[in-house]
DNA sequence: TGGTTGGGTCCACACTATGAACCATGCGAT
DNA sequence: ATCGCATGGTTCATAGTGTGGACCCAACCA
């Protein structure tokens, strides 16, 4: 499953054989043969020109499967697709994934200067980017605790200047502000704005958020998307309550 | 991956242990740790209250990154949408699944009889059904014969009346006619028309159908709805090849 | 109260995954 | 032409992990 995500991370052209022994924890020979499985099982397939491997179509299917439970992007598009639109800048929609949060779905705006710091696919710790950060603030106090433990790790090692101390004052300002800004904390001058998305039993499913260059996201520009995302929100979680999705 | 799959076939409601140990060929600690296996990694989740088991985020999140590359649903939705409205029958999208197909999406149409042989989730070795029959003869040769040996013991086991020699003589009718045309051979009454999607490549990747009871699909009923689903896969073909998803 | 059904767990045992070492192939440089 | 070096892929003795019959428990119903 480690690598089935791996895959999924490696975006449209695939990863390679040492690309997934490198980010994995495993050896060759057990990475090749996980992988001989995955492709039996048909979730993931290996292009016979590039030797690459790409999620496969039985990853779709059981996505599709999922829709109707866990269907974020589709509940989320049109929003998205107006939030760019409206702004000139990149839209996100953002999952959480377990003490990570993965971008889903990405739409440009019109405006000249685009930043491509975060891409469909990527991952990161809870906390690290604007949408990510959102989520973060808006989950109890509890869960907050154990997610910043879990990634205290990986963040002192991979995010310089995002240690969890850090982490946990930008979660006290994102609450009172009412929505999470990432100035520029991991690509320099790329800045973002994000809210989160919650079902309607009150658990955080994802985030909005809008990444732009840092001079467009001074006061009051700020202020103004932080308006528009939050109203994008409200709509996106009123059509999330409807689909009574979720039993549990 | 059975499990997952299992998992996946059984509809919004999930599936019970039982369930699961009954349909898989493993014994119940197995399937029980294979469970929270899957749990753990996300791709499967449980109902705290019905215990019963559901596909969780990840398997989601993994359809979400290989729409790019095998996005059938999305590029049909509106097609299918047109289908069920002009016909006023239930209109699906079905795909290909090694040797069987998977119906991924339903369309109902206006007309107040309809029938419910086919749900979203449903699979059935390719041949039985009237999008899986249009795969099944859309199939080069070599694969068509690899396939039916492949299903022969679940077909003659499972689907009487559709014994591989049987189903060939079906391949070979609707070659000739240009369309699968399903006579009520799974459901009495419940008749389906179908034609296959190729993606650019020529490999087939899944079809459209129609599906409604015996008197909506006689001449020249049945011959009207062919060409109106024959122009609306060619539509949806041509954007297939448009957004060039995959190398291979 | 007693029987039945379904969810979940234990642990001796058998089988299967592991990885250091090895082979094969493609490619750029000399 | 030939070498060197990546990168992809495979082998096989060994260590370790999954397997399933038997068992427990809770809920439900007569």
């Known amino acids: 499953?480690?690598?089935?995500?791996?895959?999924?991370?490696?975006?449209?052209?695939?990863?390679?054989?040492?690309?997934?022994?490198?980010?994995?924890?495993?050896?060759k020979p057990t990475v090749r043969r996980l992988l001989m499985a995955l492709i039996r099982g048909g979730l993931v397939e290996q292009d016979d020109k590039?030797?690459?491997?790409h999620l496969g179509v039985d990853c779709y299917i059981l996505g599709t499967l999922a829709t109707p439970r866990h269907?974020?992007?589709d509940m989320a598009a049109d929003a998205v697709a107006r939030l760019a639109a409206a702004s000139g800048d990149t839209a996100f929609v953002t999952m959480r994934r377990g003490s990570a949060a993965v971008c889903l779905h990405r739409e440009e705006g019109a405006y000249q200067i685009r930043t491509h710091?975060?891409?469909?696919?990527?991952q990161h710790p809870l906390g690290v980017g604007a949408g990510s950060l959102a989520m973060l603030a808006a989950l109890p106090d509890a869960e907050l605790?154990?997610?910043?433990?879990?990634?205290?790790?990986?963040?002192?090692?991979?995010?310089?200047?995002?240690?969890?101390?850090i982490l946990r004052a930008e979660v006290a300002t994102t609450r009172v502000r009412g929505y999470a800004l990432n100035a520029g904390r991991i690509v320099a001058g790329s800045w973002g704005i994000g809210v989160a998305l919650r079902w309607s039993d009150g658990t955080v499913a994802g985030a909005l958020s809008l990444a732009a260059i840092e001079s467009r996201m001074q006061p009051p520009r700020?202020?103004?998307?932080?308006?528009?995302?939050?109203?994008?929100a409200a709509t996106v979680e009123t059509r999330m309550s409807r689909g009574l999705n979720r039993a549990n």
């Open 117 to 122: 710091a975060l891409t469909v696919g990527a």
């Open 1 to 27: 499953m480690m690598l089935l995500n791996l895959v999924g991370e490696s975006g449209p052209d695939g990863a390679s054989l040492a690309e997934l022994v490198a980010a994995s924890t495993l050896e």
């Open 145 to 165: 605790d154990a997610v910043i433990a879990e990634n205290a790790s990986r963040l002192s090692e991979s995010y310089p200047g995002l240690e969890p101390k």
């Open 50 to 53: 590039t030797r690459r491997y």
């Open 222 to 232: 700020d202020a103004e998307l932080a308006a528009l995302l939050a109203s994008e």
């Open 71 to 73: 269907g974020l992007v």
